[in-house]
T-cell receptor, first 112, second 119 residues
């Protein structure tokens, strides 16, 4: 199935460190969403982006809608143990159907 | 209910049997999506509904997979003659509106998924 390129695939970081991950596509998107998924649960929406260049924060999380409309970035500042999980980006295209295509995921592990 | 509800949460079946997975979206949400997540993998799009019609079913893996939605609400995903490679978590999501205009439209809200194991 179709999936967006997301990197890094996984990362181990120390508690208190900042984290960055990104998602890239060959297609232009009008909407980018960022989700976190804990084991055994469905993804939970973190941040939604609707305009190219938009920078949006939600607590320690900041996400940006890339100027080219083909990428998006998520930053987590001062990570804590509960940030552990899998982070997914999702993009919605500008034409055709309105399905959301998801990234391959970034698995984050925080070392206390 | 307040969120997207899926049932069953877990289903174990024998190869060759048919299974039905149910999704109850957030009340008033017009769009409904089905995704499949294999172990340790990302989310694979299957189908989405706008109301009772399915404008995009391009992600259904084979003709053994089908889905319907009635009354603009509950959706059922049916897998016939299940195979071991069908084992995965099937996630349902709903959205208030399609499209990308304005704030708080088009965001997907997920259920907790139905874990299917085919023996």
């Amino acid at each position: 199935g179709q999936q967006l390129n997301q990197s890094p695939q996984s990362m181990f970081i120390q508690e208190g460190e900042d984290v960055s991950m990104n998602c890239t596509s060959s297609s232009i998107f009008n909407t980018w969403l960022w989700y976190k998924q804990d084991p055994g649960e469905g993804p939970v929406l973190l941040i939604a982006l609707y305009k190219a260049g938009e920078l949006t924060s939600n607590g320690r999380l900041t996400a940006q809608f890339g100027i080219t409309r083909k990428d998006s970035f998520l930053n987590i500042s001062a990570s804590i143990p509960s940030d552990v999980g899998i982070y997914f980006c999702a993009g919605q295209r500008t034409s055709g159907t309105y399905k959301y295509i998801f990234g391959t995921g970034t698995r984050l592990k925080v070392l206390a | 209910g307040a969120g997207v509800s899926q049932s069953p949460s877990n289903k174990v079946t024998e190869k060759g049997k048919d299974v039905e997975l149910r999704c109850d979206p957030i009340s008033g949400h017009t769009a409904l999506y089905w995704y499949r997540q294999s172990l340790g993998q990302g989310l694979e799009f299957l189908i989405y509904f706008q109301g009772n019609s399915a404008p995009d079913k391009s992600g259904l893996p084979s003709d053994r997979f089908s889905a319907e939605r009635t009354g603009g609400s509950v959706s059922t995903l049916t897998i016939q003659r299940t195979q071991q490679e069908d084992s995965a978590v099937y996630l349902c999501a709903s959205s208030l509106e399609l499209g990308w205009r304005g704030v708080n439209t088009g965001e997907l809200f997920f259920g907790e998924g139905s874990r299917l194991t085919v023996l």
